[in-house]
T-cell receptor, first 116, second 116 residues
């Protein structure tokens, strides 16, 4: 089966600019996650969707970050305006809450963002 | 709140040595899941194992083995006869069953370097 697809793989922007990341989960996976992984740290959950509804966005900096999953499939994560501390890898993951491997999340390769 | 600690930030071994990666977790839930993921230089997180809190049986998969001890809140990972291809960052993670979905709390990771 095809894995979680993310684009772009790399992005360099100046501070105060805007940026958007795209994620296409595994077909049929109702649950989608965005994680932020700062260099040298473990991933941290930003937001979790179940279909097109938000389940948890308690760690999303809502003053500058937004995410949507309008049709319950693809998702976009936006940062506006970006700060230097947003430099990180943004990982998208998906899982099937009803499958036999329902507690396993499958991760994409991530988007590496550098803010200069 | 849940927490995962990987005290070893970096380990270096010579090929064919055995190596154990430590993981200690904190949770107030009685039902939870523990995971290990591998992150090679390419960046994606590769699922290795899931354990639920009611199954303390240790598991072996080829050169990999896992030791789950609820009494010490530990879920350690051993690689036997390490190989250069095992070089990666390894993350331990926790998911509490009461979370809607499978939100993962990651440890800080252990970078394993296997030298020829």
């Amino acid at each position: 089966e095809a894995g979680v697809a993310q684009s772009p793989r790399y992005k360099i922007i100046e501070k105060r600019q805007s940026v958007a990341f795209w994620c296409n989960p595994i077909s049929g996976h109702a649950t989608l996650y965005w994680y932020q992984q700062i260099l040298g740290q473990g991933p941290k959950l930003l937001i979790q969707f179940q279909n097109n509804g938000v389940v948890d966005d308690s760690q999303l900096p809502k003053d500058r970050f937004s995410a949507e999953r309008l049709k319950g499939v693809d998702s976009t994560l936006k940062i506006q305006p970006a700060k230097l501390e947003d430099s990180a890898v943004y990982l998208c993951a998906s899982s099937d809450p009803h499958g036999i491997r329902n507690t396993e999340a499958f991760f994409g390769q991530g988007t590496r963002l550098t803010v200069v | 709140a849940q927490k995962v600690t990987q005290a070893q930030t970096e380990i270096s071994v010579v090929e064919k040595e055995d190596v154990t990666l430590d993981c200690v977790y904190e949770t107030r839930d009685t039902t939870y899941y523990l995971f290990w993921y591998k992150q090679p230089p390419s960046g994606e997180l590769v699922f290795l194992i899931r354990r639920n809190s009611f199954d303390e049986q240790n598991e072996i998969s080829g050169r990999y083995s896992w030791n789950f001890q609820k009494s010490t809140s530990s879920f350690n990972f051993t690689i036997t006869a390490s190989q250069v291809v095992d070089s990666a960052v390894y993350f331990c993670a926790l998911s509490e069953a009461r979370n809607a979905g499978n939100m993962l709390t990651f440890g800080g990771g252990t970078r394993l370097m296997v030298k020829p």
